[in-house]
């Protein structure tokens, strides 16, 4: 008859790579997606202002047309902040040029 500590022995000698494997997908595979966000996992019209760094908007990251008069504070685009020639006289309506 074996003794307890030698069919324990046996047990694990028996299942030594199904432990590995368990150990290796409950340790590390786990702390990698949790830490993972992709654009498929945010629900439209969920990030916030405050969700977003400074600076963390390229005009790359806008489509043409995406920003609109209404989106702008008064006074927020001033004409150092336009390159030349990047306004058409055709494109000013009643506005006034600082």
Do not use: P
């Not at 340790?27 to 439209?44: K, Q």
């Amino acid at each position: 008859m074996q003794s307890v500590g030698s069919k324990a022995w046996q047990h694990v000698r028996s299942n030594v790579v199904g432990y590995i494997a368990l150990f290796f997908a409950l340790g590390s595979g786990t702390a990698m997606a949790a830490n993972t966000v992709f654009s498929t996992d945010i629900v439209n019209g969920e990030v916030k202002s405050v969700d977003i760094q400074s600076n963390g908007v390229a005009s790359v990251d806008l489509l043409n047309g995406g920003v609109e008069t209404q989106d702008l504070l008064d006074e927020d685009v001033k004409s150092q902040d336009l390159d030349n020639g990047s306004v058409r006289t055709s494109e000013i309506q009643n506005a006034a040029i600082h």
